[in-house]
């Protein structure tokens, strides 16, 4: 075969190729950019819903200069850093256990029954947990049983400004923790047991063997799902929003839940878009190193 065939039949199979990516291509570009070419069009506007209004940077203006602003970023900041720090933690720590030598039936009944909270839609979780944390729950209950609690006293965990945002935090580690769980598990199985014979045969402690060995072998699976969970954790709504709705006094607010009321109840559009196009910004350095992380690995 001739290069100029050779170079034709490559060409030939590249169109096909991408005719049968151009309609998926093209329901991307319907259902994604068309969205955010609207919102970051919306956020230079100030939008009724009547009229639109040119507004230049007021929007952006008035979101930095907003104390609001500032503070529900900086609760959404400690929702993500403490559910994945936790996560990771318990994730790595329940790993560990799950991998060490025990009865293989013991084990795999431990790996089903600690998978169930991630099975849990965040609705659902979220709704079975406000049930629980209600002054009169189970938690309360509990808590009065073993003596920690004043039976004549209840503590309202989701109506107490001081302890909304914790409440929420924790159940969201409670619900997502598994998924650490389970891909740390892969990775540890992963890792040669002829490394750690190594180890023992050079008198390594066991605390030497994990730090030296384990957590470096691990690095790569643990900076994907940090990355991953942070994203995710980032920009999480379905959960805040069904157990305190950002309340009370904007005390378990994130920035998800803010840019939906802000667009939805306020009717504030053009602010609104402009808090999307900061939240954008900052997810957008974890995907850039997400994706650095993927080329990488």
């Not at 256990?97 to 099975?119: A, E, S």
Request: contains cysteine; proline residues 5%; positive net charge.
């Amino acid at each position: 075969m001739s290069p100029l065939s050779t170079l034709r039949h490559r060409y030939r199979h590249e169109l096909q190729a991408y005719a049968f990516l151009g309609p998926a291509l093209c329901l991307l570009l319907v259902l994604m950019i068309y969205p955010l070419g609207q919102v970051v069009r919306m956020s230079f506007y100030d939008i009724t819903v009547r009229t639109e209004t040119w507004a230049g940077l007021g929007n952006y203006a008035e979101l930095l200069g907003n104390p609001l602003f500032w503070q529900i970023l900086w609760q959404t900041v400690l929702f993500t850093v403490g559910s994945v720090v936790m996560h990771l933690v318990i994730g790595l720590g329940l790993a560990l256990l799950l991998h060490t030598k025990i009865n293989v039936r013991i084990r795999n009944l431990f790996r089903g029954l600690l998978i169930v909270p991630w099975l849990f839609a965040p609705t659902v979780a979220g709704m079975i947990w406000v049930l629980m944390l209600n002054p009169f729950g189970i938690l309360n209950g509990f808590l009065t049983t073993i003596g920690l609690l004043d039976p004549n006293q209840t503590i309202n965990w989701l109506g107490n400004p001081q302890t909304s945002l914790l409440a929420v935090t924790v159940v969201n580690i409670w619900r997502a923790f598994p998924f650490f769980m389970v891909m740390l598990l892969a990775g540890l199985q992963a890792i040669p047991e002829d490394v750690y014979e190594a180890g023992d045969i050079d008198g390594t402690t066991p605390l030497q063997k994990f730090w030296y060995i384990t957590i470096p072998a691990l690095r790569g699976v643990i900076l994907t799902i940090v990355l991953l969970d942070s994203i995710w954790t980032f920009r999480a709504f379905d959960l805040v929003y069904v157990m305190t709705g950002g309340g009370p006094v904007d005390s378990s607010q994130v920035l998800p839940t803010s840019i939906y009321f802000d667009a939805f109840q306020k009717l504030k559009f053009g602010y609104a878009s402009a808090e999307a196009i900061a939240m954008l910004l900052i997810l957008l350095v974890f995907s850039v190193a997400y994706v650095r992380r993927a080329v990488k690995a």
